[in-house]
């Protein structure tokens, strides 16, 4: 079936498709059946995307454009910002948003061959880093990461990625100068995706071999991107070489193992592993933060720095801040803050009580100090009712 152009004027929000929507260059700009979001909608507006095109067909269910079409799109947008942000968290949702539409706008001019302004990086890590060190709680960024994150998949990876990575250098002693170049790296180091085609990156079946060695080829172009291209520190340019090696030298393209991989590019490589679990992709679904954790864990001892994984399990927990368990008296609860010396006893917050009954305002538990209290399972999100998880994500 051939592609059909789509003029951006005839989107509107929760329209799905059949097939994937792609821009004029073959990037994905919405995975087959899911809805469209407003975020994601402004976003190819402010990149001035004129039509994209698919070769599916629109889904019966998805809602058809009219006039009467506009005011329900803003009564419901109205819904979507009722949902419930501490206020800590809420006063950083701009500089996310804004960090990611910047972030595109940037790669996706670099696309169309024009140069990619690394001044306007510098401001955007820097300003991440700012935020993050003037926020005394570190839960603050992430819990914005579970509750944002929506739009097109790399530019909130790379967003969420250097966000924690930022968190966990600043848990290693990173000065302000070292923080801010491994935002940088960060923001950057998955460049040479935009080398690779979409049909590969986004495929929805099983890679071929010959596909897959296509795709072990970004790290090779983000280095050269951001080295040769971009005149930028080495120490950058390592990070995109270097975020898929791993430390028992199984990783690529280069197979060097241990301290021979640098340290930014260890933090990368953990985080960018975590994070890519819990986003759902065309090819296989989102993992819950708890398994993406045991995923990560499970590989811990392998595949990446022991130190730095420890400095990162302290620092999310083995149960992620925004995820939910239940505890042995039946209440599910919402984890919102990470105990450093004990892992598996967070604090949480009642979402529902030991009756099943949901509660607006629930208490507040640090299970460390609760001996009669502890967590027996990790309940997915998905099981919650529809109500909880749109407060909970």
């Known amino acids: ?78 819904e979507k910002k009722k949902i419930l942000v ?36 510098q401001r955007l890590a820097s300003a991440l880093v700012n935020a993050i060190m003037i926020e005394k709680n570190p839960n603050t960024f992430i819990n914005l990461i579970n509750i944002t994150g929506k739009g097109e998949y790399l530019y909130n990876h790379m967003v969420n990625t250097t966000i924690l990575a930022v968190l966990l250098g600043q848990q290693i002693g990173y000065s302000i100068v070292k923080l801010t170049n491994l935002a940088m790296a960060g923001l950057i180091f998955d460049i ?9 990156s986004e495929k929805e079946e099983k890679l071929t071999a010959e596909e897959f060695n296509k795709i072990k080829t970004h790290p090779i172009y ?95 927990s083995i149960y992620p801040v925004g995820s939910h368990i239940r505890l042995n008296n039946n209440a599910i609860a919402r984890v919102i803050s990470a105990d450093p010396v004990s892992p ?3 604090t949480v917050k009642i979402v529902y009580d030991e009756f099943g009954d949901k509660v607006d305002d629930g208490e507040i538990i640090r299970l460390s100090k609760e001996k009669d209290l502890y967590i027996i399972k990790a309940v997915k999100s998905a099981s919650l009712s529809n109500e909880e998880q749109a407060k909970a994500e």
């Open 1 to 78: 079936m051939g592609m059909k152009k789509i003029p951006i004027e005839q989107l509107r929000p929760d329209m799905k498709f059949s097939k994937s929507l792609f821009d004029k260059n073959l990037n994905i700009v919405l995975a087959a059946g899911k809805k469209l979001d407003a975020y994601t909608l402004k976003n190819l507006k402010l990149r001035n995307v004129e039509y994209v095109e698919t070769a599916g067909e629109l889904i019966e269910d998805a809602p058809i454009p009219d006039e009467y079409k506009k005011d329900k799109d803003k009564d419901k947008d109205k």
């Open 222 to 316: 983000s280095y050269q991107i951001i080295s040769r291209e971009l005149n930028m520190p080495v120490e950058i340019a390592r990070v995109g070489l270097e975020h898929h090696e791993r430390w028992d030298g199984t990783g690529y393209p280069r197979k060097i193992k241990n301290i021979d991989i640098s340290e930014m590019s260890r933090i990368i490589s953990i985080i960018d592993t975590y994070e890519a679990l819990t986003k759902e992709r065309v090819y296989r679904p989102r993992q819950a933060s708890y398994d993406a954790m045991k995923t990560v864990l499970g590989e811990g001892s392998k595949k990446f720095d022991p130190d730095l994984l420890k400095v990162f399990l302290n620092m999310m």
């Open 344 to 346: 598996f006893r967070p």
């Open 86 to 121: 501490d206020k800590d968290t809420a006063k950083h949702l701009e500089i996310y948003k804004d960090t990611v539409t910047n972030l595109g706008f940037l790669y996706n001019r670099y696309k169309d061959g024009m140069s990619f302004n690394t001044d306007k990086l």
């Open 192 to 200: 040479g995706m935009v080398k690779i085609p979409a049909y590969i």
